[in-house]
């Protein structure tokens, strides 16, 4: 029996997959949705996560093994709550897991720990990543070997209340006749630790070149950035949030910008939807999740996968999110 579209892990809830083929198997790299009933809000306090579990698939047949909790909100002496979606990268053998959290002060930034294994288990730094802000960090390898840190979410990521990497208090959503918040971009140093340079904004256009408006919420960037490259274009890949539509925009420069494209996956069950995607033997694949083991309940949601296929102009094919 294929285990697409399948809860990949049925004893945690299990959220925000990122994955990534590492050693020749695939890693996800999720939250992990606690076993609660809270009552949702835009802030997102319901998804109240303290620690991270990691999964390896030795392929697409087989459901995934746990390989145990790889750090805790204990071990993050910077941090005061909400471990929030993940993402892991290697370089010269040591595997860099980055992750948001609140701070002692209630500012969502962007911490790393490293490993020596891609099961882990991480190390935090003491410290997050200086000049980080907001949630949903994706770092990406391009094929110059160059690594790029992306990141943001709005509401309660808190982009929105930035402006030229600067906060402010009175900062909102952008609506009609605005720009939409961007997505943020920058290289990292080869420490894998740090920022070398400012965070750039990574702007999603229509086909005319004109940026994505602030009202419009089937296509502007919501949350949930994810990079990859396909031959020469460049995939940016995110969440619409309001909507529930993951949406795709390429480009030939990884900074962008980025023409939007169209939909992959239309909403699931559930209010979020989160993704990454990989190639793995010869075929592509979207990680996602919906909430089916809970029955629809926003804070316990699961892992799934699903082949994602290209026509022959390089476009996406878009899926139904309600498809079993």
Not at 99 to 117: C, H, L, Q
């Amino acid at each position: 029996m294929s285990i697409e579209k399948k809860p990949l892990v049925n004893d945690l809830y299990t959220a925000d997959p990122s994955a990534h083929v590492f050693n020749g198997k695939i890693y996800i790299y999720p939250s992990h949705d606690e076993d609660i009933d809270v009552e949702n809000n835009d802030n997102g306090d319901q998804y109240d996560m303290k620690d991270y579990h990691v999964y390896e698939m030795s392929d697409t047949e087989n459901y995934p093994r746990d390989c145990g909790c790889v750090f805790t909100l204990d071990d993050v002496k910077w941090a005061s709550k909400q471990l929030w979606a993940p993402d892991c990268q290697e370089k010269d053998g040591k595997y860099y897991f980055y992750f948001p959290a609140r701070d002692k002060n209630g500012m969502f930034r962007v911490g790393v720990a490293v490993g020596n294994k891609p099961e882990g288990p991480f190390t935090p730094e003491d410290d997050y990543i200086q000049g980080t802000y907001s949630i949903d960090p994706c770092c990406f390898k391009d094929t110059d070997s160059k690594y790029y840190l992306t990141m943001g979410g709005l509401w309660g990521g808190q982009l929105d209340q930035y402006r030229n990497n600067k906060w402010g208090e009175n900062n909102k959503e952008p609506r009609s006749g605005e720009d939409a918040c961007t997505p943020k971009i920058a290289l990292l140093k080869d420490n894998m630790k740090e920022l070398a340079e400012d965070l750039r904004d990574l702007v999603i256009t229509d086909k005319d070149g004109k940026p994505l408006q602030g009202d419009d919420e089937e296509r502007r960037y919501f949350e949930d950035p994810w990079l990859f490259k396909k031959g020469d274009t460049y995939y940016f890949t995110y969440s619409t949030g309001t909507t529930h539509l993951l949406a795709w925009a390429t480009s030939k420069n990884v900074y962008g910008p980025y023409t939007y494209g169209g939909t992959i996956l239309t909403p699931v069950l559930g209010w979020t939807t989160h993704h990454s995607i990989l190639e793995f033997n010869g075929k592509w694949y979207l990680f996602y999740h919906d909430c089916e083991r809970s029955n629809g309940v926003n804070q316990k949601r699961n892992v799934k996968f699903r082949e994602l296929k290209f026509d022959d102009k390089g476009n996406i094919i878009k899926m139904d999110g309600l498809e079993k």
